[in-house]
């Protein structure tokens, strides 16, 4: 039976970290998969992870099941992170939060709990999205479309072609978006454009799908977290899929949580209900280790350590994109490339052609995704003048 199965591509983001892996060449840079790198080029483990995983495993007295919706002081510790102490949605017992493996898990628990209420729902993606919203969204049978979202020649948001597009949708529809640090652009809408975003959702009652993946490592910790805040607050419904990954670098231990927002608690419970018996069907319940690393960091005097590690992070970002911009001016007087000052996160798309892409790796070794996606994070002051002059020969 398996004899017939088809050989396919690697995934086109975890293909290129094997590719850059197998790279024997000392001058290799990494802006493929988006990991936070330090000077050093490592992916270190907050200092506060470090120690809230050792406070963990000394309290820790057994190894027993948890439960399908995973950590409750984890959940409860997610719905204030991102949603903000005191709430409306919070305290008006509208909000339900499960524990997923992963914001990966998240998105995905989310698409199961819309395809059970409206089998026929419509999920709209940006162009671009992060490539594997698509499988995720779409496997479990959901149909996927597409509005338009970035402008290359000004690189930030086309907002009038987005509204444009949003403003035709039937009621009913699901639209996903990124709270900030869009990935793959990196382009994010301003606080009026989400206002604006709210009232066309409010005006054809759709479904807002948010992920938010990247929370602190764009503008702050409460600044990345505006969309949540504001659409949660106005609206009966919405989902949110948060990851744990990046803002508290604990990317293989798989920590992400949905959050679901419904008109009356009766409702909460049963979206609850509805969401503990996918996870028990997809897998069951989700690992704890690093959920309790987190409930812990919140929960303790560690989360003022951890809230400066990630100011630490998202400023070495920022000085990164300043230094990245001003050495590809100067190497390449004529392209433009200062959007990426104005962009957010850990991505910006360099606009440039796949073949130019292509020839940075094979030529350079300078490894992005085919789209010319940079994950910012990955380069270093160091070998910023390579990147910048490769970028230059590579254009010709
Ligand atoms: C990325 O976009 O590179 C990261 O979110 C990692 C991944 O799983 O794709």
Redesign the pocket.
Known sequence: MLEHLDRLAPDP??GLMAAFRADTDPRKVDL????YRDEGGETPVMQAVREAEREVLERQTTKTYVAPAGNAGFNEAIGRLVLGEGHSALSGGRVRVVQAPGG?GALRLGAELIRVAAPEAVVYVSTPT???HVPLLSGCGLALKRYPYFDAATGAVAFDAMMGALDTLPARSVVLLHASCH??TGADLAEGQWREVLSLIQRRALLPFIDI?YQGLGAGLDEDAFAPRLLCAQLPEALVAVSC?KNFGLYRERVGALISLSQTQTAADAALSQLVRIARGLYSMPPDHGAAIVARVLGSGLRDLWERELSAMRGRILELRAEAARALAAACPRRDFSHIVRQKGMFSYLGIDQDVVRRLRDSHHVYMTDDSRI?IAGLRHENIPHFAEAVARAIG
């Open positions: 983001i975890l493929g998969v988006g990991v990966c992060w490539a594997n990935n793959p993946a990954s994950n």
